[in-house]
């Protein structure tokens, strides 16, 4: 079975940095492309940033220059780099597999003014 399990959530202060963690099982995220998606209270999920299975990613505008997404193949394991962190970002993050549309329950991110 498919299993994505997100962490590295939590509060923080605006400006601030955190970094999300997921560790897959069931499949190996060397050999498959893998998003991060957020979904704030009261809206619709939004696409944060890819990766494909060559390693590259990709960023939607607002995440551009300040996230990176990584993976390490050993740990099997999807990371995300938020610096620079706004109000804004402030959501539930998942981390998804696109091809079966997978994810888990997510790690919230709190960023505060």
């Known amino acids: 079975d498919v299993q994505l399990q997100a962490s590295g959530g939590g509060l923080v202060q605006a400006g601030g940095s955190l970094r999300l963690s997921c560790a897959a099982s069931?499949?190996?995220?060397?050999?498959?492309?893998m998003s991060w998606i957020r979904q704030a209270p009261g809206k619709g999920p939004e696409w944060v940033s890819s990766?494909?299975?060559?390693?590259?990613?990709t960023y939607t505008v607002s995440a551009k220059g300040r996230f990176t997404t990584s993976r390490d193949n050993a740990k099997n394991t999807l990371y995300l780099q938020m610096n620079s962190l706004k109000p804004e970002d402030t959501a539930r993050y998942y981390c998804?597999?696109?091809?079966?549309?997978?994810r888990g329950p997510g790690t919230q991110v709190t960023v505060s003014s």
């Open positions: 990766i494909n299975r060559f390693g590259l990613a």
């Open positions: 069931g499949f190996a995220v060397s050999s498959s492309a």
């Open positions: 998804r597999k696109p091809d079966d549309d997978s």
